[in-house]
């Protein structure tokens, strides 16, 4: 197995499992529980589509960390240039709605934002650079 592959496979669940301590430590914040229960989640409206955005950002990194480690090279490095380009982008999001949150979310919310900024732009780096050594 090429490393570059096994790099990018283990930066989708690095990704991942970020997610989810992201969102696990935004439920613990005060009040967060209060809020959810009246149906909204940082100021905005739990709804069917939210929840299915949800599962489509926990789902692709980990069929890309699956597709990374069994897809030809060359549509391997599109998929994760393509891929991790629109996680790095949703991530930058993210780490700036981070910013309108109040200090008690700030905080641990920026914590976290980066890393997972900085694992699907590497993602990219990694794809793209892999390109070259073929």
Same mark, same amino acid.
């Given at each position: 197995?090429?490393?570059?592959?096994?790099?990018?496979?283990? #930066?989708?669940?690095?990704?991942?499992? *970020? %997610?989810?301590? #992201?969102?696990?430590?935004?439920?613990?914040?005060? *009040?967060?529980? $209060?809020?959810?229960?009246?149906?909204?989640?940082?100021?905005?409206? /739990?709804?069917?589509? @939210?929840?299915?955005? =949800?599962? /489509? @950002?926990? #789902?692709?990194?980990?069929?890309?960390?699956?597709? &990374?480690?069994?897809?030809? $090279?060359?549509? =391997?490095?599109?998929? =994760?240039?393509?891929? *991790?380009?629109?996680?790095?982008?949703?991530?930058?999001? @993210?780490?700036?709605?981070?910013?309108?949150?109040?200090? &008690?979310?700030?905080? !641990? *919310?920026?914590?976290? =934002?980066?890393?997972?900024?900085?694992?699907?732009?590497?993602?990219?780096? !990694?794809? %793209?650079?892999?390109?070259?050594?073929?």
């Amino acid at each position: 197995m090429e490393d570059w592959k096994i790099k990018i496979a283990a #930066l989708w669940f690095f990704f991942t499992v *970020g %997610w989810l301590i #992201l969102f696990v430590l935004t439920f613990t914040a005060p *009040g967060m529980i $209060d809020e959810i229960r009246a149906g909204e989640m940082l100021g905005e409206p /739990i709804t069917g589509e @939210s929840l299915l955005g =949800n599962a /489509i @950002s926990l #789902l692709v990194p980990l069929v890309m960390a699956v597709l &990374s480690l069994t897809l030809t $090279d060359k549509i =391997n490095r599109w998929a =994760n240039i393509i891929v *991790g380009i629109l996680f790095t982008v949703l991530s930058i999001y @993210s780490l700036l709605a981070a910013f309108g949150l109040d200090l &008690s979310i700030w905080a !641990f *919310g920026l914590l976290m =934002n980066i890393p997972l900024l900085v694992a699907p732009a590497l993602i990219v780096w !990694f794809a %793209w650079k892999s390109k070259q050594k073929a």
